[in-house]
């Protein structure tokens, strides 16, 4: 795939669905009495991992493109996998299912890819072990693969040392399976999604401050869920929009939910047209068409109790930062060291590799925006959102921007270099 400058970028689109909630429904579903129907569904890669870990233990699961269909048996349904469960390149597979694993008679083991055994599963090896549970990292190193399960859980309250949504639901969903109340405090709040959607499933939980707490052994039934456009995707044209010359775009039937929506906030603090258009309630999240244009960019700073709304959506971010005039100081995101690859290092090197004017911190990076980027071969790393944000830099970017692997957009977004197309060439 080969990236040029644009001259101008119209045109209306949606984006696939949110790949937290697809996740999640998946997974609830499962663990649920009944059906449980999802349209909308991310058909990518991530998300078959989920389906594929659960198919493994026993569960029916139906999907046709973006419609899926689970028949849940219930809190305690699941058997043993007859084989290690295999988690992709999902870091949301590995933690969630790890909690629900936790509460099973039957111990099991998952292992992922190479990115997934060098990512940080002690953050969730701690609660657990906390719960009682038999958790053990297999080669000792903290990692993946894990061995879980097999063992009585008891519930607790957690104080969780950083600000993860993964880690919340992962301790708050082997307190299904534990008698009492167990509760996570966060430093910082993160996106909730769990939280809405057990809810919606029928558990007695709650969401006080900065702690969320959960009810034991509850009847969870199964629904249907309509899942919205993931912000994340949206944050790419989000960008594109709002740096490409004469642009006019409307990305339609996003997720809004403000633990999660934080671009918008950073896109307004820099000057950006953007408003929200036709705002409403999909299956208890908030939704809204998005609308942007061409706009006058500054610098600005980006840090604290926003930082976990918008940690997936920094590498495109940073794009926009170097769009802008000014600096910008993205800082206390340290957790981008520990994604799909160390963000901090590759958003600079691919940066720096288009002149953009730039300096890593250890918990972010400063930006010097408004020198001209010219096109580069981008080093993904094998990361899609690394791949998608240089994208987008190559819209505005003199000559050519080629990708050392385009295939890893599946991921996240399996139609993403599509969808550019179709608005590059009208």
Do not use: W
């Amino acid at each position: 795939m080969t990236i040029t400058k644009v001259k101008s970028l119209k045109g209306e689109i949606t984006v696939p669905g949110d790949k937290s909630i697809s996740h999640r429904g998946v997974m609830f579903g499962a663990i649920s009495e009944g059906i449980t129907e999802l349209t909308g569904f991310l058909d990518g890669a991530d998300c078959r991992s989920t389906i594929a870990c659960f198919r493994d233990m026993g569960i029916d699961i139906k999907q046709e493109s973006d419609h899926v269909v689970i028949h849940g048996k219930g809190l305690h349904g699941l058997t043993a996998p007859k084989q290690m469960l295999d988690v992709g390149n999902s870091g949301t597979t590995t933690r969630l299912i790890s909690g629900i694993l936790a509460g099973q008679p039957f111990v099991s083991s998952l292992n992922g890819d190479e990115s997934i055994q060098k990512r940080p599963m002690g953050r969730i090896i701690t609660p657990l072990s906390q719960m009682g549970a038999h958790i053990r990292s297999i080669k000792n190193n903290n990692c993946a693969p894990l061995e879980i399960g097999g063992s009585p859980l008891k519930a607790i309250h957690y104080d969780s040392p950083v600000a993860s949504a993964q880690v919340k639901s992962c301790v708050l969903l082997a307190g299904l399976y534990a008698d009492g109340i167990t509760s996570v405090t966060e430093p910082v709040i993160s996106r909730n999604h769990s939280e809405l959607m057990l809810s919606g499933f029928g558990a007695d939980i709650k969401s006080e401050g900065l702690t969320a707490s959960i009810v034991g052994n509850p009847k969870l039934v199964g629904q249907k869920i309509e899942v919205p456009g993931d912000i994340s995707s949206a944050a790419y044209f989000i960008v594109a929009g709002l740096i490409c010359p004469n642009a006019d775009l409307l990305i339609k039937n996003v997720n809004t939910n403000p633990t999660r929506a934080g671009i918008i906030k950073v896109a307004q603090a820099m000057g950006g047209n953007i408003e929200l258009l036709n705002e409403r309630v999909v299956s208890g999240e908030p939704v809204a068409d998005i609308h942007v244009t061409t706009s006058e960019l500054h610098g600005c700073e980006v840090s604290g109790e926003i930082i976990p709304a918008l940690i997936d959506e920094i590498p495109v971010i940073a794009v926009m930062a170097a769009c802008a005039t000014g600096t910008t100081v993205i800082k206390d995101a340290a957790e981008l060291k520990v994604k799909e690859s160390d963000r901090i290092a590759t958003v600079t090197e691919n940066l720096k590799n288009m002149g953009c004017d730039m300096t890593p911190t250890d918990d972010g990076m400063i930006i010097n925006g408004g020198k001209v980027l010219h096109g580069t071969t981008v080093n993904t790393y094998i990361d899609h959102r690394i791949a998608m944000a240089f994208a987008i830099a190559g819209l505005v970017a003199d000559g050519e921007t080629t990708f050392d692997n385009e295939d890893c957009c599946c991921i996240s977004y399996p139609d993403f270099f599509k969808t550019l197309n179709n608005l590059t060439n009208q």
